[in-house]
């Protein structure tokens, strides 16, 4: 979770649903040899341009999520039916103009600072309770 010096959010939206309101923030894999904090700011760099952020919390537990049984088969070869992620909270240490979603090989198309309640309601369904989880957790850090 990427935050501007106004506690907005990073939300980006996905360049592989056009259609449908499927706006997330950053995430992605670790590769092997990383750990998480090394996958975090490499991931930024690829979807958003930037690595300009410094860590301000980490989630105390990993938090999963699962597809929806209509997009198991579809969605990352169907080799996964859900996601464990390990989640920090980051300060944008950058300016606007930093950010280049327009990247190697871009996940976004859009993007925009947001409040984390309009966050959970552009997110896929299946991402709300996830989203629901990591706001609960890091409240205390998007007070205004």
């Not at 537990?61 to 980051?90: A, C, I, S, T």
């Not at 198309?109 to 369904?125: C, H, N, Q, T």
């Amino acid at each position: 979770m990427l935050l501007n010096e106004h506690n907005q959010i990073f939300a980006g939206k996905r360049i592989d649903n056009k259609i449908a309101e499927a706006w997330q923030m950053p995430q992605g894999g670790i590769d092997d040899g990383e750990n998480p904090r090394e996958a975090l700011f490499r991931e930024m760099l690829e979807e958003i341009g930037t690595d300009k952020a410094e860590i301000i919390a980490e989630s105390h537990d990993w938090l999963h999520y699962d597809l929806p049984e209509d997009l198991q088969g579809k969605l990352w070869g169907g080799r996964y039916k859900g996601q464990r992620q390990k989640w920090f909270v980051l300060r944008f240490t950058g300016i606007d103009a930093d950010i280049n979603i327009e990247t190697h090989d871009p996940e976004f198309y859009k993007w925009k600072w947001a409040e984390k309640d309009e966050i959970v309601s552009l997110a896929v369904p299946f991402k709300r309770p996830l989203y629901n989880m990591i706001f609960e957790e890091f409240n205390h850090l998007l007070a205004s």
